[in-house]
């Protein structure tokens, strides 16, 4: 007899509504983000983590890094007191360093929803959606090029989902929409059809300064002069280029006092050295920088302190994601960032595979699982993420979002109280018998273990005739319900045209780009 | 233009004889076990570790724990000095802890070829296949049960592969073997097929005196009188009993001096408390007092103090494996076996899924990662694992092995060294280009980056014009290759001869016995 079978008869009410209260407990409006109950996995010494510092603050200050295509950034160096030679930069040990520690620890990342606000930095963890693939597929029409009603859709799917706290930024391109447009479609399906936080555009300053706009209409000017509503995420262009659409950008971010994610991405073996040590000093160098210029912008504005390490398959040349090295070595970044007392971004649900198949969901739980133990406060990609980035995949979201649920379980770690322990129930129970129907049992049936929404737990005769699925056909049933049941948050008409006039009026003072 | 295509221009050889030697140098005969680099996940404070114990203590002192059919197991105990009632026997706080002051901290099993011993508990990490199956699958033939063919494919698939380091026991039933007989071509498989260390039969005291019979023949009954040369893993009948086939299997072991390894098994809400802190002291309190009882039958003998957690879907009552709550107790049962000071074998790559799908590597990795970072020294499961372990899937163990590989890079950690930290590379490639080319990747390439077998990582295009293959037909593939090219290792011819020899008489000795 089942357990729950057992605790009806001594309870009133149905099944279905106590398996939705249950998934309320756990994550309703009580659990915007989670706050990790087990420490972060510390693996390298003080002394090799002093090690790594002095080699990247030696290229800091003996290669430096470029600053192309933004005088202002060069500037700004300059009156910091960094060394300029054209567009070469180069810091004294410390200077950098020095210059961080007027950038906040953590800070309140404010949502449409107040009750959806997060917190980013400390013993936080925040779960986003993948961000930036062209493509989209699913199993029904394979691969193709990702549109606004995707986009609009990986949204509805987060929203829905008490497993993510933050509605991400470009889960996919809305390659439907004009190059120069994009921003203000995205933005506007972030703030109405979702009430979480999110992100803005960032590929090009006046597309910041848009998103920025966009945040004050829903927000209110004052608000968002004086607390953080918008992330922008900016790339490094590994090794050692800081180029001015992303510095232009991230200064636009910090000027307006929101959150630039500063993030180099090195491909070890092409963007960075084969070796995972010199990979990390590149990208704590590289990370510092983009940190530092948040700061020359404007003092204390948050910032977050990003990071996407990957490798090379060396037979092939082709990236890997998911793979151990990484993994491994996020680890080690979370150390070196929490010594820098900054809130982490760090790895997230990575894969080069083309389907939601086995592969997928090795490297993607391998790498999912490295960010939280490296200590990440904001995770991107934890969802959806497949082929390299290169598509976002309706079913590997639904997989993914699960993994996120059971990630919230395994970050409340192991509670040791007189409950936990259940002395009694030895007594009760004894030797031999079983614990199903002990008064320990049901006191604590309702919150005890996490239950999948993906996995088939059932016995082999029973998964039989049901069809033989897959995990991946179960997720494709699962996406299109949610988007069926799907409703969108309550929002002001009034704030609602204001966004469209917005967005109508910004449209109509541009051509169309492609490009 | 790739890597290994650079480099190739600058070397002499080819490209497979190069990736032959890259697998050899990090997995051939130099690395019998893994000795790990990467610290322990240590996630309770000394405080709630105490809890537990003293938890555990007192469902020692006050509950007890029944032992059937085993008046030795009894006598052993009052001589000791615990409290006898009927079958049930109490313990005072502390006395198995004296007791187990007398077992190893680690011991060498020793294998055929010596090159393959291994060294178990300390920093050493060892992966052996999953264990104990009816049923096989493939995606061929779908689930059917397990024959000895089955079993010796598995033992070739295992030797072939440079990432397992032990051949394991039971990986599935040869059920078209009586009962009665099987354990007799099972030694004689592991023996005869594998080179490296291996478990014996457990089903009965005479079994496990056959299974260590083989031994003495392969390795000399001297040798085996003074070294371990054998496992033998006993299952407590959770909640607090221990029946007398596994105690008396667990002292013929002992008596042997060779390792039992002691495993409760407790499906939380079934076989202990829903609440995973009273499930780890349910299971420390069980452990302890099998891994004490070897000591009573011969002290200084070898001993494992094994674990094996998991919880239960509450709405259906069926077990589920892989999923958080036992990954994150495994943790807590690492420290508490090392307050012990005894190798530790705990979790392994668990689920529930009937295929070798998303499910299936999602719930494997989490589980397989808590193994490697709780601390355990001998990671039986590895590989093969599905559907709540009624079967043993031939593309899953292929996966597993891949994954396995994997986590050797991962548990070499990050190493922090002037060549590691590449520092020459950064000068001599500078800002905005990349490190193909340079001295410092041409040097270190064939070491760099954990190559997968089962992993596609090549673009999209490509794969799809390869046949937009899944990971799981990739696996197929590559098990079926390898069992062609198996060759077994060589044995002498005469040990052949006595080892069938004593086979062909135990078997006469007795009429089948299908139950």
Redesign the interface.
Known sequence: ?????TVQRSRHGG?EAR?RERAQKSAGPGRPYISRN??T????SEE?LL??EA?AD??LA?????FRDDPEALDHWRRAGARIDGL?VTFEPGMLREILRFAPAEFIQHARNPANSIRIGGNSVVFAPAYGSPFVMDLDRG?RFGTLQDFQNFIKLAQSSPWFHHSGGTICEPTDVPVNKRHLDMVYAHLRYSDRCFMGSVTAEERSEDSIEMARIAFGRDFVEENCVILGNVNV?S???WDGTMTKSLRAYARANQAAVIVPFIL???????????????SLAETMAGCALTQLERKGAPVIFGNFLS??????????FG???P???S??VGQLCRRLDLPLRCSGNFT???????????????SM?AAV?CGANFILHAAGFL??L??MSYE?FM?DA??CG??H??L??????D?????G???E????????G?A??LA??ET?????E???????EQ??LAG?D???TR?NRLWKQRLREYEAPAMDEGLDEALKDFVARRKSEMADAWY
């Open positions: 007899m089942a357990l729950e079978e099944r398996r087990i420490p996995y510390d693996i390298l090799n090690k790594i080699a030696r290229i003996e290669t430096g890094i470029e070469r691969r262009n090794p050692l280029v070890g073996g092409a963007m960075g050295p084969v070796t995972n040590a010199g990979a990390i000093a590149q490798s090379t398959q060396l037979r092939t040349g082709s990236p890997t793979t151990p090295e993994a491994i070595g680890m080690v080069t595979s083309k389907l939601p198949d086995a592969q997928a969901m090795t490297e993607g739980t391998m699982l133990h082929d390299g290169l598509s590997k997989l699960d993994l059971a990630l379980t395994y409340d770690g192991v509670t040791v109280d409950n936990q322990l259940a002395e129930a030895f007594a129970v004894g030797p031999g018998n079983h614990f199903f002990s320990h049992t604590n049936y005890a273990y996490w239950d999948s993906t996995a088939d737990n059932s016995p082999f998964w039989e033989s897959d995990a991946a997720a």
